[in-house]
């Protein structure tokens, strides 16, 4: 099974690589390709240097009895705004003119999401003729406070293709909600594993769609790093803060938890409390709290082996001891 994966695995992978070493920037995204197996974990490059000054930092690397770098050049942002912060301007929405009536006041028919902190709605903006998705946090969540501002601060600075666009928000009536994009093929998490957690999991993504969708996440998660000033930390990289377009193209969203790192700071990590979701933990920071963008690349491993593998990063359906991805692939791995 692991090889007919693998199979699929290679030349998606080699697609995306530049395979000279001099075309290996900081901040690019590796993986190494062995004979046996991949180091598929890509938090093995050390930011700060070159190729040549790689290193294993997590106990969950894949590993192959032969190894040959590869670098994402195809990441490197060429957007319009390189290394620069840009500062947007949010509307803010009115809850009784606006935002309850583009709800029909908050009606459960109308969601689409569900998340930590509260619902998702499909909503409709009457004078601006506008489908956008309303995201309504719980009034009782302190944490879902803090995280509604950071993602207002953090998206006020953002723009990029692969990255989720925040229109405006509320907070008034003692409401805080979030109105973005309305992107309408929901997350990749929905197209690879289905609604409702079937027994079985089926895609109908081709690996053409998922080569571009992986491309676009890699190009989003590159921008947030290295494509401002700021150096944005995302800190919940998952197959379900991933958005599809109406042409299946991929958007970066859910910023609750970002943080921001100076990227010409010597100190390459922050220190900070363990958040992030189970099944996408970079066992370093998990371990000693230092938050990296390596922490990001991380869980973006483990996003490519759902998308290649077809299981998610936590499958409840199976026994306990393989329950996790990379411990399932590392044990595939180990058997051939």
């Not at 197996?37 to 930011?47: C, M, V, Y």
């Not at 992107?183 to 594993?193: E, M, Q």
Request: hydrophobic content about 35%.
């Amino acid at each position: 099974m692991f090889n007919l994966v693998f199979f699929f695995l290679y030349p998606l992978l080699c697609t995306l690589a530049v395979h000279s070493a001099d075309n290996y920037l900081t901040g690019d995204i590796a993986i190494n390709c062995g004979s046996t197996g991949i180091s598929t974990a890509f938090n093995n490059k050390e930011w700060t240097g070159d190729i040549t000054e790689s290193k294993s930092t997590s106990s969950l690397v894949i590993k192959g009895s032969s190894t040959a770098s590869t670098a994402f050049h195809n990441f490197v942002s060429t957007d319009p705004i390189p290394y620069k912060t840009a500062r947007i301007s949010f509307q803010q929405f009115s809850h009784t003119f606006q935002v309850s009536p583009a709800t029909e006041n908050f009606n459960d028919a109308l969601v689409i999401g569900r998340g930590r902190f509260g619902k998702v709605y499909r909503g409709f903006i009457s004078k601006e003729q506008k489908i956008v998705a309303i995201k309504r946090l719980k009034s009782n969540s302190r944490q879902g406070a803090r995280e509604f501002w950071t993602e207002v601060e953090t998206l006020s600075k953002l723009q990029h293709t692969n990255i989720i666009s925040l229109i405006g928000y509320c907070n008034e009536c003692q409401e805080m909600i979030l109105l973005y994009e309305y992107v309408p093929n929901g997350t990749l998490a929905d197209n690879l594993f289905g609604l409702g957690g079937e027994s079985d999991y089926h895609s109908s993504l081709s690996w053409e769609q998922r080569l571009r969708i992986c491309t676009g996440v890699g190009r989003g998660l590159d921008y947030l790093h290295t494509g401002t000033d700021l150096g944005i930390i995302h800190r919940d990289i998952k197959a379900s803060n991933i958005l599809l377009d109406e042409n299946l193209e991929s958007k970066i969203s859910d910023f609750g938890l970002a943080k921001a790192r100076k990227r010409n700071r010597v100190q390459s990590y922050v220190s900070t409390n363990v958040k992030g979701t189970f099944g996408y933990f970079d066992p370093d920071y998990f371990r000693t709290r230092r938050l990296t963008r390596k922490s990001d690349t991380y869980a973006f491993g483990v996003v490519l082996l759902e998308v290649l593998c077809g299981r998610p990063a936590l499958d409840r359906r199976v026994k306990e001891d393989e329950q996790g991805l990379t411990i399932w692939a590392q044990d595939c791995i180990a058997k051939e």
